[in-house]
């Protein structure tokens, strides 16, 4: 499903199904550098758990068009135009890594729209290491495989190799898309108030290898929103949504039928 927003066309997948006001619906946000592919394993099974499910990417990401956009704040209000133009009043919202700060900013924005939220391998704050944002402006290819470094350490390898590596295919596209994406992140510095105004039940879910967010970070998160559940997946990295991602959607479908 194709919308335009400032007339750039906008990719959102909806997995085939008619949109039914009857049912549930989330949206799924994917993290720097990456489209709605990292959420395939995922999309399909809410589906058929009956919800709505609209994995959206990023304008410059995988199949939307229009250039990266700079700050966690630009892609707040681009998701709230997305979301005014699906006609969506109400809503559950999921973020993976970067997605986690979008999802936050846009909860503290528009609380009352949002009905439950789920943080996978996030945290209220991604800094991010100079060395890697300069080897992505540099449109090195070598910064996916720091990241892979930096975000699995021992967990296991990937069938096939670097996911990162299948979305970003070119120089050009690690300079205007990962490098655009890690900088926002590295500038967003209103998650500590953001969580203070989060209203709605929200769920953390982290990898115990995860060396991008580690867990002790995690869990300063989760003390920072009262009465948040929390799980933890055990020989996994920060790629959850595709190490883990069959225990992952489990967990999030018990958290929103609660």
Known sequence: MDILIDNNKVFSLDTGEKFDPNKDSIILLHGSGQSHVVWSLTSQYLSDQNFNVITLDLPGHGNSEGESLKSIEDMVEWLEKVINKLGIKNFNIAGHSQGCLIALEYANK?????????????????????????????????????????????????????????????????????????????????????????????????GELDKMIKLEKGKEFVKLIPNSEVHIIKNCGHMIILEKAFEMREKMVGFLKK
């Open 110 to 206: 528009y609380p009352l729209k949002v009905k439950k939220m789920i943080f996978i391998a996030g945290s209220y704050e991604i800094p991010v290491n100079d060395s890697l944002i300069n080897l992505a402006l540099s449109g090195s290819m070598e910064s996916l495989n720091l990241m892979m470094k930096w975000g699995y350490g021992s967990s296991k390898q990937f069938i096939g190799g670097n996911p990162l590596q299948k979305i970003l295919n070119s120089a050009r596209e690690v300079r205007e898309v990962l490098a655009i994406d890690l900088i926002a992140c590295n500038n967003y510095k209103n998650g500590i108030n953001a969580v203070k105004n989060v209203q709605c039940p929200t769920f953390f879910i982290f």
